[in-house]
């Protein structure tokens, strides 16, 4: 028993090692948050985009998106708005069209979204087309008028590669989606927002970026082959020696799931996904940290090593509560001590969790009535990627499941 005891006091120091380095570092990147931003002028139109959109079977959102696309406070002449139905049984494709978007059909299958960048990015990025630019947003997304001449803006200034603003358009319809508002704010302001101010690359959200044609073709034959294409590109920049930039004032208003059974599928997608990222794209991205000994290298290990770091951490809450209970049953210790330490570990975690999210709250000005659900919630929706990234390390998803988006608003209802 004293060997086996000796074994996991070893794993423990371990995992709080590891646990605590990297807790360390992410709040020293947060911190940069806290750093004034530069205040950029907004130059004249310039550049052309082309807004990407892929669609499955999206008819209840599509066309209020391209509504809020066409209201760009930007020169018609310099973007267009191209939709990509694909595995569709509904109207997506008319009421995209009726909207004003431009229709073109991939001629390759589609399992994920992946599959229809991998056929728009090269046929778009051809010189032919003139564009100098394009916005990938997604079905069920709003965007503000102004995100064209942001993004603009941001091309001027160099930037190959943007992310902007991943706002939310129902915020308080219920907890879930509440707790997902909070954490898509909490990852544009600690995370994107900050390591932009450090001089390191943000992370690419999926929804509301901006990739230049230039970069595009210099990528060469990039493919996308994983459930998280967004990662996926910011490996692709980081091997190219491509920053990202983050760009707060193109924002998009994203539409959340309401239920803890569409939350559960979309996250494990997104946790497959980063183990898969993790098992194609450790090797390359080592080599090219190794070489370089670049910091911006470290900090993409960092990000698509977090599902890790939380399977990490629940390691080390079982290892503890295993070493307390082996003191009970040698009598060294009260069994009253192990309920106190679950007790203890709940109250903590829970006010931690609840403080945070309700100074994210405040910080971004989302003060509303009902987001309340969102903050109280919040402590389980983060607990809850625990067994979502267990399951996931064993099972990762092949398919992208649909999930249904119903929430018909207009840009006027967020703005």
Not at 1 to 28: H, P, Q, R, W
Not at 163 to 170: A, I, L, T
Not at 224 to 249: H, Q, S, W
Request: aromatic share 12%.
């Amino acid at each position: 028993m004293l060997f086996f005891e000796d074994i996991l006091k070893t794993t423990l120091l371990v995992c709080n090692i590891l646990l605590s380095a990297y807790s360390l570092y992410n709040i020293g990147i947060a911190l940069f948050s806290l750093r004034k931003s530069r205040r950029l002028e907004i130059s004249e139109p310039r550049h052309r985009f082309a807004y990407l959109v892929a669609a499955r079977n999206e008819e209840a959102v599509i066309g209020h998106l391209v509504e809020s696309l066409r209201q760009q406070n930007y020169p018609a002449e310099l973007f267009d708005v191209i939709v990509v139905p694909n595995n569709c049984a509904d109207r997506t494709r008319f009421v995209a069209e009726q909207a004003g978007a431009r229709i073109t059909l991939c001629n390759t299958p589609v399992r994920s979204k992946g599959d229809v960048l991998n056929f728009a990015f090269p046929e778009l990025s051809k010189p032919d087309y003139h564009y100098d630019a394009l916005c990938v947003v997604d079905a069920d997304n709003l965007v503000h008028p102004d995100f064209l001449s942001a993004m603009n803006q941001a091309l001027l200034n160099g930037s190959k590669i943007a992310q902007g603003y991943r706002d939310s358009k129902n915020p308080v319809d219920t907890g879930i989606s509440g707790s997902y508002s909070i954490y898509f704010w909490l990852i544009s302001r600690f995370m994107s927002g900050a390591r932009h101010k450090a001089g390191l690359s943000a992370a690419i959200g999926g929804s509301g970026f901006m990739i230049s044609t230039s970069l595009i073709r210099e990528l060469g034959n990039f493919k996308f082959v994983t459930m998280t294409e967004d990662m996926e590109l910011n490996v692709f920049c980081y091997l190219a020696g491509t920053r990202v930039d983050f760009v707060p004032g193109a924002i998009v208003y994203d539409e959340q799931p309401l239920t803890f059974f569409q939350s559960w599928k979309q996250r494990q997608r997104w946790s497959g996904g980063m183990y898969q990222i993790s098992e194609l794209y450790s090797l390359p991205v080592s080599k090219k940290l190794y070489r370089n000994r670049m910091l911006h290298g470290l900090d993409l290990v960092s990000l698509f090593r977090s599902v890790h770091m939380h399977v990490l951490w629940f390691a080390s809450i079982i290892v503890t509560f295993i070493l307390k209970l082996i003191d009970i049953l040698e009598k060294q210790a009260p069994p009253a001590e192990l309920w106190g330490l679950l007790f203890t570990s709940f109250i903590t975690s829970w006010l931690m969790m609840t403080g945070a999210a309700a100074l994210i709250v405040v910080l971004e000005k989302k003060l509303q009535p009902g987001i309340w659900r969102g903050i109280l919630t919040f402590w389980f929706f983060i607990m809850s990627w625990l067994p979502i990234n267990i399951i996931s390390l064993f099972r990762k998803p092949k398919e992208w499941e649909q999930i249904r988006h119903e929430r018909s608003i207009r840009i006027q209802d967020v703005t």
